[in-house]
């Protein structure tokens, strides 16, 4: 399945896997405010936006399984406007969520016939941090090196032959049914993958003739149309944008990202935080997960709310005494210095913490890290992740990225639940 590397690797701390699966399953397949094709299709629109193929396959799957339309794998345009509207808090979350305002929230809720419900627009959002933090720690562990992306030693899942994807952290190995469950989990979401895959191919032959041909024709009406053809392209991925070669050929080749996200330069950009003018800070004393959030997200879909609060203070309650012990300090300052520098990044500020602490904390190679598989992903390489720490063991580096995930998927919630709160009032 799919998602197999991505639960591998998350598997050195079972305890945070299994509550990951719990929440990914409540998201995509339990009942919600969102049909089951729209989540899948959210998730890819929010995993293109930093060029997430390994997540888009994935979803472009289970959107197939799940009754999708296959021409909505065209692009954008072929969408139902209500679900296009979505695109841009989509890429002001994935890149620079302080810029979510409850204007953003009112004409979502506000568009005649293509309005959102509150319910559908938080269930929208929650899976929108969702897979874009999923698209750092899949980047941040070398996951994506499954679409071709030229192997990352190290980095590379085990193989469930040769190690039981959870016997690094139990030491002994992991019991037949917590194997057997979370197996299961993993490859509930890729049943039926060979029929999907031959679906994929058939829509992709019937579609390439008929829409050269259509290309053809505009390209003959109006020049200027070209632009906007090139925003929408078909679905033979163009030169540049093409995956590498798949083995079986049949659903990376046709994955073209570009189709699903608009304005692709729009990225991160440092946040102003000395000018407050320009950019209010966001101070968790005014809004908070625990005082604000939590209640708001878990009043407007049901039990999502305990789900989150599970995962964030499961990842809170890792062990990580020889991370910090190698840091010299105690291991809860040593992950809040880590949780904190990531929330500094998006402009969410702690009054109550000593910002000095991080430059003693985190050393320059593991900022660098961090910073990029928080804000860009799509450009973390094999060597960074092997310069930093060299001694320490592949499991501790899973788990700064794990706080990573965590840590950025919060920020998303919380600018989002403010403005949404916002514009309840």
């Known amino acids: 399945g799919r998602l197999e590397a991505v639960t591998q690797q998350m598997g050195y701390h079972p305890q945070y896997l299994d509550s990951f699966l719990k929440t990914q399953h409540y998201l995509m397949h339990m009942d919600g405010p969102l049909p089951f094709d729209c989540r899948h299709y959210i998730a890819i629109m929010a995993a293109a936006r930093h060029h997430c193929r390994y997540l888009v396959n994935l979803h472009v799957l289970q959107f197939l399984q799940a009754g999708g339309d296959p021409q909505w794998l065209r692009g954008l345009d072929y969408i139902p406007p209500k679900l296009r509207n979505l695109n841009e808090i989509n890429k002001i979350l994935a890149h620079r969520p302080w810029l979510i305002t409850k204007e953003h929230i009112e004409k ?195 039990d999502i709310g305990h789900l989150l609060d599970e995962k964030f203070r499961m990842v809170d309650g890792l062990q990580s005494t020889a991370m910090a012990k190698r840091q010299g300090c105690e291991p809860s300052v040593f992950k809040r210095g880590i949780w904190n520098y990531i929330h500094c990044m998006f402009g969410i500020r702690y009054d109550d913490y000593d910002y000095a602490e991080v430059n003693q904390l985190l050393e320059r190679v593991l900022k660098v890290y961090i910073k990029t598989v928080t804000c860009y992903p799509e450009k973390t390489n094999a060597e960074m992740f092997d310069r930093f720490w060299k001694q320490f063991k592949h499991s501790e580096k899973v788990h700064v990225n794990l706080l990573i995930l965590e840590a950025r998927m919060q920020a998303e919630l919380l600018y989002a639940l403010q403005a949404i709160t916002q514009y309840m009032i």
């Open 108 to 302: 979502l809720l506000k568009i005649s016939e293509w309005s959102w419900s509150l319910a559908e627009l938080v269930h929208a959002v929650v899976l929108l941090a969702h897979c874009h933090a999923l698209a750092s720690f899949v980047f941040g562990c070398g996951c994506e090196q499954d679409e071709g992306l030229g192997g990352r030693g190290s980095l590379k899942a085990l193989s469930p032959g040769n190690q039981c994807f959870c016997e690094a952290t139990t030491g002994n190995g992991c019991g037949q049914e917590l194997l057997r469950i979370n197996r299961k989990r993993s490859l509930d979401s890729c049943m039926e993958l060979d029929s999907l895959r031959e679906r994929m191919q058939r829509i992709h032959l019937e579609t390439e003739g008929r829409e050269e041909m259509r290309l053809l024709q505009q390209d003959r009406e109006d020049g200027k149309e070209q632009g906007r053809r090139a925003a929408v392209p078909h679905l033979d991925s163009p030169a540049g944008l093409s995956p590498p070669g798949d083995p079986d050929g049949a659903v990376t080749g046709t994955t073209n990202l570009a189709c699903y996200m608009q304005d692709p330069d729009f990225g991160y950009q440092d946040f102003a935080r000395r000018d407050e003018n320009q950019t209010q800070v966001f101070r968790v004393q005014d809004y908070s997960w625990e005082d604000h959030g939590f209640s708001l997200v878990n009043r407007l879909y049901s």
